[in-house]
């Protein structure tokens, strides 16, 4: 069964690649994607499979009942854009001004639609069903895993598993991590408003700049001074703005930042740690400070069974050169909201170009991925779900 699929992947490698750059050319936002998720949706109707349409928003959820009985496997795969500017000279670049694929998730859809195929070319051979969740609004929070599950998504599912090309890791590996995997993301912004004056005259002012800038210099302290060094958190501000004329003392100042764990006590600690530093320090300056934070995705936590059977049953997917443990990373994920619910695993395919002296980072105009990742990421996933009943 597995070297038919795998047959009919490599058969199929032309499709999935001219499914990838026409969804990189026609990108949609977060929230937006209307005609993405039609196309997705048509796409599996075609072959037959019983599909869900707008589910918690855009979202869509086609399922294939396999002609043994066994376990429901999940495989999910979002297909949301961002709001960048693509940048690169080739023939599917984006075609819509200020929107493009930068984090490869037209790859990630491209590949489960394709998978979703040869897996239909073996229906009768599979042990159990198959779910493919396709995902909106990974980008931006509050995202689209959430209302996608409380919208009967994941409802009768055993286990679910995903993957992300990722162009910083080499072609041919599968990069897994057991536990914690990728960190909760949430944001902040500090409004300081203190009192505007001449720029001759800084007695008769409370100066934002200034009081903002030892706020940023005291939110250095959280990570260095608060946080147990065992645990890892990053504290960063992004953006710092008070504009004004060259000759004037600043009254306000607006500070926007993100914060980055694993651990949910230091989750919370951090943000109250951000408020009385804020707070504090304004008010030694003379000013006040509206404090707001926003919490994003929890961190990715991968079930260490399902993790250790990803790995296993990756050493024996034809075509990839390496199955790899790798440390955690502070980026976010909102595959965490289906980890908290149901048991699986998320993991990296190595998508970078080996020829090229530069594989641009994801969210960067130039980002771009070796499209040869997307077979072997759809062999792996289709090798763990048609071998998934042996070990339910």
């Not at 949706?41 to 075609?46: G, K, N, R, T």
């Amino acid at each position: 069964m597995e070297e038919k699929l795998y047959n009919f992947l490599e058969q199929s490698y032309e499709e999935m690649v001219e499914i990838r750059r026409h969804l990189h050319k026609n990108p949609e936002l977060s929230f937006q994607e209307v005609h993405t998720s039609a196309y997705i949706a048509e796409y599996h109707e075609s072959l037959g499979n019983e599909v869900r349409r707008n589910v918690g928003g855009n979202g869509v959820v086609a399922t294939m009942t396999g002609g043994k009985p066994g376990p429901t496997v999940a495989l999910r795969a979002d297909f949301d854009a961002l709001p960048i500017q693509d940048e690169k000279e080739v023939d599917y670049k984006s075609t819509v001004n200020g929107v493009m694929h930068a984090c490869g998730h037209d790859g990630h859809t491209a590949t489960l639609l394709v998978l979703a195929k040869a897996l239909k070319h073996i229906q009768a051979e599979i042990n159990g069903t198959v779910v493919f969740i396709h995902q909106h609004a990974e980008e931006k929070a509050p995202g689209g895993a959430l209302p996608m599950i409380q919208d009967g998504a994941i409802d009768g599912v055993d286990v679910i598993f995903g993957t992300h090309l990722w162009s910083q890791d080499p072609l041919g590996t599968i990069q897994h991590c057991s536990g914690p995997f990728m960190a909760a993301s949430d944001h902040f912004s500090i409004h300081v408003q203190g009192k505007g004056g001449h720029g001759a005259l800084p007695h008769t002012t409370k100066d934002a700049v200034v009081i903002g800038t030892q706020i940023v210099s005291n939110l250095q302290t959280i990570v260095a001074r608060r946080v147990n060094p065992l645990d890892s958190a990053v504290v960063s501000i992004g953006s710092f703005v008070a504009e004004n004329a060259y000759n004037v003392i600043a009254d306000h100042a607006k500070l926007i930042g993100t914060v980055r764990t694993f651990n949910e006590d230091v989750r919370n600690q951090i943000e109250r740690d951000i408020e009385e530093i804020a707070v504090h320090t304004a008010k030694a300056g003379g000013a006040e400070v509206d404090y707001q934070y926003f919490r994003g995705y929890p961190a990715v936590v991968n079930h260490q069974t399902e993790n250790e059977y990803l790995a296993r049953v990756a050493q024996e997917v034809p075509g990839l050169t390496g199955v790899h443990e790798r440390e955690a990373l502070l980026a976010g994920e909102d595959f965490s909201h289906y980890l908290n619910e149901i048991k699986g695993t998320f993991f990296f395919t190595g998508a970078a170009f080996g020829e090229r002296e530069v594989n641009y980072p994801h969210h960067h105009p130039n980002f771009d991925f070796d499209e040869r990742a997307m077979l072997h990421a759809a062999k792996t996933l289709g090798k763990v779900t048609i071998d998934y009943y042996k070990q339910a």
